[in-house]
Each structure stands twice: as structure tokens, then as C-alpha cells.
């Protein structure tokens, strides 16, 4: 079945960049999604990318789009410690059923 | 605009009572899905509804209903709780499957 997959966690120090990772199998999506949830909260939209564009950037944010190994990444720059939370991939699934699948989500921790 | 909301925040109950839980969306979105969250399992998706008067089942339905009687509001049912519906819910909407999906707080629920 389709599936979305990340690693489950990643630590970095304050001002490091922090680099997570996702894996896709449905290539039919419009968009792919980052959403970040923070403790004791429920998920928002972080940024999405087109499935026709490589690269999207906003501010520290930087999406990378990779469609032929269907890897999808998210870059944070300056990495500060309210970036810490855990951060959900999401692939738009078209076929039956049409629905998001979601990655296990990635928890970041940031060290001071 | 208040989004999404939950109704309660937490709740406690014992083994075979039941409970219902309330989500409502203000945004006159078609789409809502109930999902709920546990350690290391990600985001498992409960049921969802496709527009007023329809619903759906999702990845793990079992021991949940939903009803979705006005577009604005979406309903989450357990007959007989059980220990192991202890996790805490997410209702989200959406404008369409592959559209942002914007979420509520959540509401713990722990089954004694």
C-alpha cells in the first residue's frame, strides 16, 4: 500500500542546521506537506512544496523535492530551541479512498 | 473564526462507559477525519467524513462511531471504552483530500 516513512528523531545544538527526511511511495500527489506539532498541541500546516517544483525556501525553511527517489526533505537553518516539536511529512493519496498518509513524524530536539 | 474545536479537553473513564466526542469547524469545510494519536504510532486515522450526511472508515475503526448530521460538526462515539483507547484524538478538516487539514487541540482521553 502507499506509504509515507521518516525517522523518528533527530538532535541537534541551538543554531545548527537540522535536516529531516521523508520517503514517499504514492507519485501522483499535487503537493507534499510538512507539518509540525508542538507539544500539547494538535498539527499545523508548516510549509508544502508542488510536486512540479525542486526546491521551495521560506525564511529558515528550505524544502527539498527529489521525485525520482521520491524523497522529500525539510531544512531548517539556525535551528533555534522553539523548533523543537515533531515534524509530519503527509502525501496526498489519489487512489481509492483518497486521503492523506502520514509519516510517524520526526522528533526534534534542540540543545542549548 | 475559531478554526476547529474539541469538546472536552480531557476525560477520564472507566472500562464500558461511553462517551462522545464533539469537533466543530466554522471554515464550511466538506471534509473531517478523526484521528487518534499514541507514542510511536504517528497520526491513525479513526473514520472521516466526505461531506454532511456521509462517513467513512479509516485505518483503525474498531469500537468508534461518527456521525456527521450538520456539515459543521462531526461526532466521535465510543460504546464501551477500553484501556486500550486511551490516547488523545484529533478532529481535522479540510476543503478537500488533498487540501491543508487544519486541526484542533486534542482531547486526552484515559480509560481506567
Known amino acids: 500500500g502507499e506509504d509515507v516513512e521518516q525517522s523518528l528523531f533527530l538532535s541537534v545544538r541551538e543554531g545548527d542546521s537540522s535536516v529531516i527526511n521523508c520517503t514517499y511511495t504514492?507519485?501522483?500527489?499535487?503537493?507534499l506537506y510538512w507539518y509540525k506539532q508542538e507539544p500539547g498541541a494538535g498539527l499545523q500546516l508548516l510549509t508544502y512544496?508542488?510536486?512540479n517544483m525542486d526546491m521551495k525556501q521560506d525564511q529558515r525553511l528550505t524544502v527539498l523535492l527529489n521525485k525520482k527517489d521520491k524523497h522529500l526533505s525539510l531544512r531548517i537553518a539556525d535551528t533555534q530551541t522553539g523548533d523543537s516539536a515533531i515534524y509530519f511529512c503527509?502525501?496526498?493519496?489519489?487512489?481509492?479512498?483518497?486521503?492523506?498518509?502520514w509519516g510517524l513524524g520526526t522528533s526534534l530536539a534542540v540543545n542549548p | 473564526n475559531a478554526g476547529v474545536t474539541q469538546t472536552p479537553k480531557f476525560r477520564v473513564l472507566k472500562t464500558g462507559q461511553s462517551m462522545t466526542l464533539l469537533c466543530a469547524q466554522d471554515?464550511?469545510?466538506?471534509?473531517m477525519y478523526w484521528y487518534r494519536q499514541d507514542p510511536g504510532m504517528g497520526l491513525r486515522l479513526i473514520h472521516y467524513?466526505?461531506?454532511?450526511?456521509?462517513?467513512a472508515k479509516g485505518e483503525v475503526p474498531d469500537g468508534y462511531n461518527v456521525s456527521r448530521l450538520k456539515k459543521q460538526n462531526f461526532l466521535l462515539g465510543l460504546e464501551s471504552a477500553a484501556p486500550s483507547q486511551t490516547s488523545v484524538y484529533f478532529c481535522?478538516?479540510?476543503?478537500?483530500?488533498?487540501?491543508?487539514?487544519?486541526f484542533g487541540p486534542g482531547t486526552r482521553l484515559t480509560v481506567l
Open positions: 512544496i508542488f510536486s
Open positions: 503527509a502525501d496526498p493519496y489519489a487512489g481509492n479512498n483518497r486521503k492523506l498518509i
Open positions: 504514492d507519485s501522483s500527489s499535487t503537493y
Open positions: 471554515m464550511n469545510h466538506e471534509y
Open positions: 481535522a478538516s479540510s476543503y478537500s483530500y488533498n487540501n491543508e487539514q487544519f
Open positions: 467524513s466526505v461531506g454532511e450526511g456521509t462517513t
